[in-house]
């Protein structure tokens, strides 16, 4: 090829030599990555490089499990097992259904069975239509919003001072005030809130919401976190009503009992602080006694709040012979569980415990309060440890100072005033077990002999 130079404008195009063509590609202007030569606009690919990414979810999420039970007979419910997307639409469809209902059962309006069919199973529709009874649960028509375990936390403290080397535990609670005072005092890494009331779930997926956004840390934004909760229908807090009017000193029940108002007012803004550190929240709208327990193999002790519901009046023999086998099913070699029963209405309470060892699961006694009979269950009725084997407890209706001459030796031998649960029945060890109070005020007092000795720099 013959190359001319062309007047000022150097070599013609093509016949430039290696080092101009060197210099030349070191001069050229760098193009960035997703231009087009010539074109400041993006390329499609990296238009969508520059878009926002979606937020990831909130931590931790909700998810619900149901029992086969309560799908088969509350029609709303139509699976087992729900995601947090799905909860909203769920309890409000519950809330919309259930309220008429409820209205039925406690005689403000007039009963229509069509009605109470779009929330009830037809064919079990007689079984449901009850107020006060152990049904109204389920169908959420008579909430236990307001506490009537005096003192719980006293459980919990106790509860701290035996197994506080094993936290964090998997903490499992029924009721509404007391799973916020169980992570509260023990830091639970997993926490599963269990009741066959859905409203109660209900309540408590309003609540965590607000507590999750981070905006509830004082006693203030706790007071008026609960102002916005959709309650209803609420056991011994008035008039039944579809809707109430909760306060905070109103979850925690009677105000005459020495520190009971102000367990609101501790524990609820302690666990805002504490939330962050759950790993885990579930809900779970079943029976005490179809409760579903984590397999974990990091072997964490587990802790089982049960308040009332393992007395026999909720859970019948047959139904704790199953609980107990669920729970051990759950256990891993070495591994404990914690169960906590709480006699309502009084600050006693029971702590038992479950360990997995080579030869089985064996379950004991840790302390034991003294569970009497009073007012007029003293004068009328006496549950008693039926004297036929295998059968547990049951109800006997004989006077309370002139025992039948077939109990004569059960009389003999136990305070015939005294209340056993099949769990008791079950430990062998209830008649060694210290009391539960005493246990609580030697460990309280060793606690405080602990903080007030001197540190080693102190003694220097």
């Known amino acids: 090829m013959v190359c001319v130079v062309v007047g000022m404008l150097g070599l013609q195009p093509g016949c430039e030599g290696p080092a101009q063509q060197r210099s030349k590609a070191v001069r050229q202007p760098k193009i960035k990555a997703g231009f087009v030569s010539g074109d400041r606009r993006p390329t499609p690919r990296a238009r969508r490089d520059t878009q926002p990414r979606r937020a990831p979810p909130p931590r931790p999420e909700f998810r619900l ?14 699976k087992t097992r729900y995601e947090e997307h799905e909860l909203g639409a769920l309890f ?4 919309r259904l259930g309220d008429p209902f409820c209205a039925m059962v406690w005689k403000k309006r007039r009963w229509e069975k069509e009605v109470a069919a779009r929330f009830v199973r037809r064919e079990r529709l007689r079984s449901y239509r009850c107020g006060g009874c152990r049904r109204a649960f389920i169908t959420g028509c008579w909430n236990f919003f307001i506490m009537n375990d005096r003192r719980p936390d006293r459980d919990f403290r106790l509860v701290k001072h035996l197994y506080g080397a094993a936290a964090p535990f998997d903490c499992y609670s029924v009721s509404f005030m007391q799973p916020y005072m169980m992570h509260a005092q023990l830091g639970c890494r997993r926490l599963t809130l269990l009741d066959v009331d859905w409203r109660i779930l209900d309540g408590h997926l309003q609540l965590l919401r607000q507590v999750r956004t981070g905006r509830v840390q004082t006693v203030t934004d706790v007071e008026r976190a609960v102002r ?22 109103w979850f925690c029940g009677d ?7 102000q367990l609101c007012r501790t524990h609820l803004p302690a666990f805002a602080r504490r939330f962050r550190t759950l790993k885990e929240v579930r809900f779970q709208a079943m029976a005490l ?6 397999t974990g193999r990091e072997g964490r002790t587990k802790v089982v709040f049960m308040s009332n519901a393992i007395e026999v009046v909720y859970t019948r023999w047959w139904e704790l012979k199953h609980l107990l086998k ?17 006699i309502a209405g009084f600050s006693g309470f029971m702590i038992y415990e479950l360990q997995r060892h080579k030869l089985g699961v064996r379950l004991r006694t840790i302390c034991r309060d003294r569970h009497r009979l009073r007012g007029r269950s003293r004068t009328k009725f006496m549950r008693v440890q039926s004297l036929a084997p295998g059968k547990g407890l049951s109800w006997i209706r004989i006077p309370a100072k002139t025992p039948a001459p077939e109990h004569a030796a059960y009389f003999k031998d136990h305070d015939p005033l005294e209340y056993y649960t099949h769990l008791d029945v079950l430990a062998k060890d209830r008649h060694k077990a210290p009391l539960c109070a005493t246990l609580l005020r030697l460990h309280d007092h060793m606690a405080k002999k602990r903080a007030s000795r001197p540190t080693t720099g102190e003694r220097k």
Not at 255 to 261: I, N, T, Y
Not at 328 to 341: P, T
């Open 228 to 249: 916005r909760l959709d309650l209803g229908w609420v056991a011994y807090g008035g008039t039944m009503t579809p809707r109430a009017r909760p306060e905070l000193d």
């Open 65 to 78: 499990e149901v029992s086969s039970a309560i799908v088969r007979d509350i029609l709303p419910f139509t």
């Open 326 to 342: 669920r729970a051990k099913a759950s256990l891993v070699m070495g591994q404990k569980m914690v169960l906590i029963h709480h």
């Open 255 to 261: 105000s005459k009992v020495k520190g009971q108002q």
């Open 289 to 294: 006694h179809d409760a579903s327990f984590d």
């Open 92 to 95: 409000a469809g519950l809330r």
